[in-house]
């Protein structure tokens, strides 16, 4: 959340996916102040995890994982592992993709 404003005037959307439930992220968003892009919760089902090939199915959790979805559904950017948590390259893959179109 710290450094949103890498994604001002690049026509993004930021959410966040995980495999806990929504109150277990509730309280996660509480704690950390997380308040500038929505939590969507994969709890259920783990169908999403599963579908971009982060879940790991003998923990029932996904590994940590940023995508940048392009308009037409396409996946042009992964970062994966500790390294997800650092936004700085993703938000310039976002760059990227909105100086490109």
């Known amino acids: 959340q710290a450094n949103f404003t890498k994604f001002d005037g ?3 959307m930021v959410f966040g996916i995980s495999t806990d439930n929504t ?7 509480k704690k950390l102040g997380v308040s500038s892009f929505a939590m969507l919760s994969d709890f259920a089902t783990r169908h999403t995890a599963q579908a971009y090939g982060v879940l790991m199915p003998d923990r029932g959790i996904a590994n940590r994982a940023t995508f940048v979805v392009d308009k037409e559904g396409k996946i042009t950017y992964i970062e994966e592992g500790n390294s997800a948590v650092d936004i700085t390259s993703t938000a310039d893959a976002c760059s990227r993709l909105a100086h490109k179109n």
């Open 10 to 12: 690049i026509d993004t």
């Open 23 to 29: 109150p277990s992220q509730m309280e996660f968003g």
